[in-house]
């Protein structure tokens, strides 16, 4: 089994590269329910419960599920250029898979696109103020 997940570096469960990425999906949203595209109520009603693991808490948890053996776990970083893409425009597109069936099922898909493209523009905006660092993790589990 393959699995790829949003992580983060240290203990420290407040984690920068992670909580800005909510942020900016919480703003982009505002921004839609400033132009009329989204009821503010929907946004109110939306809860969607996030947590990033640890490198550490990530060994644990298969050691101590026991029936998996973890054959190779990567931390990665997204590159901020790479083949023409916008760094910004890689991590929008990787939270729309993280979310998009939550959201489209939430307010409908029509809103999708402009979400994303107010998402993807607003953390390039906030790349440009502070050097932000997303963490993914690649793991590979066999069955024991």
């Known amino acids: 089994m393959v699995l790829i997940l949003l992580g983060r570096r240290g203990k420290e469960h407040v984690d ?25 109520e929907k946004v109110d009603s939306y809860e969607v419960h996030f947590y990033a693991p640890s490198l550490e808490e990530i060994e644990e948890e298969v050691r101590k599920e026991g029936s998996l053996k973890l054959e190779r776990l990567e931390m990665c970083e997204l590159e901020k250029s790479e083949q023409g893409m916008d760094y910004s425009t890689k991590v929008a597109m990787a939270i729309r898979a993280i979310q998009e069936s939550m959201i489209s099922n939430h307010f409908g898909e029509r809103i999708l696109d402009s979400l994303f493209e107010n998402y993807a523009r607003l953390l390039h905006e906030e790349m440009i103020k502070d050097d932000v660092k997303h963490i993914t993790f690649v793991l590979v589990l066999r069955k024991i």
């Open 16 to 40: 920068r590269g992670i909580s800005v990425l909510w942020d900016i999906l919480s703003r982009s949203l505002a921004i839609l329910v400033s132009q009329g595209e989204v009821e503010q």
